[in-house]
């Protein structure tokens, strides 16, 4: 397919437009280093025009019908379908993603939008036991009114949706600012979309920029009263504190050093197919990556062989091969930094059972092991195809290595008996866990996020409505009130 270029524009109150800023965001194909298009970059003054166009149009979208909501969501799902083949094509061509995870991320993004649809109906009234007599307490549920959104390039037609469609369903609007890497998957394809399913204009505004143009103007804007970002926990704290100094509502889903631990009960087999889907999904590039590979002690050596087999057999392979496992880094220079990373281990005494080498962009699967504890390895954010195996004794001890780092957005234990698997997962914090299955999971309904540390919040499901409405008490006084006074 010809690349869309024609997406990589600002799009702000339902027209596309060059941004105003003095230099160019280069969005490259990982795949084969060529230039897809440039952008010029949004300027603070743009941020200014997105966020107000959002404002005005906002209000009228909450006092629309939530049928008329649902349809345009309705819309969305349909299109997306209708798309399926180009808008999978645009994910391998833009991040260098294989044939497998960009149609997982195409179907998820349907479903998500599916659900969705759904929210637009959800209840927006409720009555609670009033303490007068005579009187009627009311509680309404209303949108939050803009939200502002800062994605991400792991999954970032996902991630984008995961706010903008429930928050759009709830009768909200949206700014997105897209990950510089992503500039269309994760913004200007969303507008598309959108555009094209009826939404009315300023309700979904389109910033491609950086913060190295706009600062922090994109959160500290009057207007959105949430800001939604995925990203690392280093960038979200600060979001965090920004938003904070202004008391605006986060909703942060931050990576870690997520885990999967195999238990010496547990199918073996079964455990490295999963390590290795929860490992080198997206080349490890995704924020629900299992970075470390927990494994008891009685079963390690077995373990080991039949992963460092297993992991063997993915070679770094074209993006547009239907059997290509493993894809491109997004740039030569984290080729380069995964490269240095794995050195700086094995000179602090790790042992690779399996050693990937770069060649350009492309790099092969590592397997690390040996690495003494404490290392900051282990508590670092990998984003590539880098496995970390830490053997344990005892559950209690696992317990304690998996706690005691953050542990991420998701993580998994294998084990024979399930409701052992539950025990295990129910004392591990933060984030979501799994029992028998791979890290890397999802759903539109059940809740995700990060939540180790306060406010974080979470999205998907019942979550994603506490996330983007807010409740407003109304009493009804019927017939006269008495006072003691």
């Known amino acids: 397919m010809s690349f869309p270029s024609e997406l990589a524009r600002q799009y702000i109150d339902g027209e596309w437009l060059t941004g105003s800023g003095a230099w160019d965001i280069i969005d490259f194909n990982p795949g084969n280093g060529e230039k897809l ?12 025009l997105a966020y107000r166009a959002a404002e005005r149009a906002q209000r009228e979208w909450a006092a629309v019908s939530p049928y008329e909501r649902r349809a345009v969501l309705d819309n969305a799902v349909r ?16 991040l260098g993603g294989t044939r497998e995870r960009a149609a997982y991320e195409v179907e998820a993004a349907q479903e998500l939008l599916r659900e969705a649809a759904g929210q637009a109906m959800s209840p927006v009234a409720g009555l609670l036991p009033s303490a007068a007599g005579g009187r009627e307490d009311r509680v309404y549920r209303l949108p939050v009114g803009v939200v502002g959104v ?16 429930p928050a759009l369903a709830l009768g909200n ?32 505004n389109v910033l491609i920029t950086d913060s190295a143009e706009i600062g922090d103007s994109f959160i500290q804007h009057p207007v959105p009263e949430v800001i939604s970002f995925t990203g690392s926990a280093r960038v979200g704290r600060h979001v965090a504190a920004v938003a904070a100094g202004l008391l605006k509502r986060t909703v942060l889903e931050l990576s870690g050093s997520s885990a ?7 199918d073996l087999d079964h ?54 496992r493993i894809g491109p880094a997004l740039s030569a220079f984290q080729a380069e930094a995964l490269t240095a990373l794995v050195d700086g281990a094995i000179e602090a005494g790790a042992t ?37 195996l830490v053997p344990f004794d005892g559950e209690g001890e696992a317990v304690r290595i998996v706690n005691g780092t953050p542990c991420g957005l998701s993580g998994a234990v294998h084990t024979a008996d399930v409701e052992r698997g539950v025990r295990f997962a129910r004392r591990i914090t933060g984030g979501t866990f799994h029992v028998g299955g791979a890290a890397v999971q999802g759903g539109p309904v059940a809740a995700s996020g990060w939540e180790e540390r306060p406010g974080t919040g979470r999205l998907n499901g019942a979550a994603a409505v506490e996330a983007f409405t807010t409740r407003k008490w109304i009493s009804v006084q019927h017939g006269r009130t008495v006072f003691p006074f």
């Open 37 to 48: 298009c440039s952008v010029t970059v949004a300027t603070a003054e743009e941020v200014d």
């Open 150 to 165: 800062i994605g991400a390039f792991d999954f970032p037609l996902l991630v984008t949706m995961r706010t903008v469609a």
């Open 352 to 388: 690779a059972l399996v050693r990937g080498r770069a060649r350009g962009n492309r790099v092969g699967p590592t397997v690390l092991s040996g690495l003494p504890e404490g290392s900051p390895l282990l508590e670092q954010e990998i984003f590539g195809p880098v496995t970390l």
């Open 173 to 204: 609007a949206v700014v997105v600012k897209p990950h510089q890497h992503a500039p269309v998957t994760g913004g200007g394809l969303v507008a598309r979309v959108f555009e094209d399913a009826g939404l009315p204009a300023g309700l979904l």
């Open 79 to 94: 299109l997306v379908g209708e798309r399926s083949g180009e808008i999978t094509e645009l994910i391998i061509e833009e």
């Open 260 to 266: 999967l631990v195999v238990l010496e009960d547990a």
């Open 271 to 324: 455990a490295v197919r999963d390590v290795v889907h929860s490992r080198f999904l997206f080349q490890g590039q995704a924020g629900v990556a299992a970075r470390r590979i927990l494994v008891a002690r009685s079963v390690e050596k077995e373990f080991t062989e039949r992963l460092t087999a297993a992991v063997s057999t993915l070679p770094p392979g074209d993006t547009g091969d239907p059997d290509a």
